[in-house]
């Protein structure tokens, strides 16, 4: 898979960044939010982390999480399951170093910062990401906010058409992934030889192409 390092808005302020230029970013963009919020309004604070999810093998797909410490590890599994995982109903696992930890556990029970934990989705097709805990916050809290929200997402990468190579490619071959992952655009996914029901569409997840995933 080759492509342009894909950039993303941050919600807070609204700039844009690559990958590593967000993550910089946040670490000044988060403090001055919260400091604005504290000048405009006297709060009860509750703890929350920066978060990183990324594609442990496809890095090109990272998400920025503000997430409540007190929250549960399932919490922020059905999350990553919602927005970038579920096809099946498979199982799924939060591990740090060789030991899985139980998804009934809180964020602050188990993170510390700098922490990174493992999350694999599906033990027979897994798509596997990396779960890094940057920084731990106080921000306002607030009746009905959710335990887990966005602060930037990748935009969808680009990728070229593997046989073409002049049209992005908008569908997977999955016949052919096992020989390496076959990118087609429309055009060449109409003529390719394994056919229609091989294909799966282009997501922005880094679970595209797997299973029976569609976004």
């Keep these: 898979m080759t492509t342009k390092s894909p950039k993303a808005t941050c919600l807070l302020c609204k700039s844009e960044y690559t990958g590593a230029g967000m993550t910089k ?33 496809l890095p090109e797909y990272w998400l920025h999480l503000r997430v409540s410490s007190n929250s549960k590890l399932e919490e922020l599994d059905q999350f990553l399951r919602d927005i970038w995982l579920e096809c099946c109903g498979h199982m799924s696992a939060f591990s740090y170093r060789r030991d899985d930890i139980e998804m009934g556990q809180k964020l602050k029970e188990v993170l510390i910062p700098g922490m990174e934990l493992r999350h694999e989705y599906d033990f027979g097709s897994p798509t596997e990401l990396l779960v890094k805990a940057l920084t731990e916050y106080a921000g306002p809290m607030e009746k009905n906010r959710p335990a887990v929200e ?66």
């Design 25 to 57: 970013h946040l670490q000044s963009c988060l403090p001055k939010s919260l400091g604005n919020q504290r000048k405009q309004q006297k709060f009860r604070s509750q703890p929350f982390f920066h978060i990183l999810v990324k594609g442990a093998h």
């Design 150 to 215: 966005i602060l930037a997402r990748n935009e969808a990468p680009e990728v070229p058409c593997n046989e073409c190579e002049k049209s992005l490619a908008t569908q997977i071959c999955i016949a052919c992934q096992w020989s390496g992952s076959v990118w087609l655009c429309e055009t060449c996914a109409e003529d390719h030889q394994c056919g229609k029901e091989m294909m799966l569409p282009v997501v922005n997840s880094p679970r595209t192409g797997v299973c029976g995933y569609e976004g």
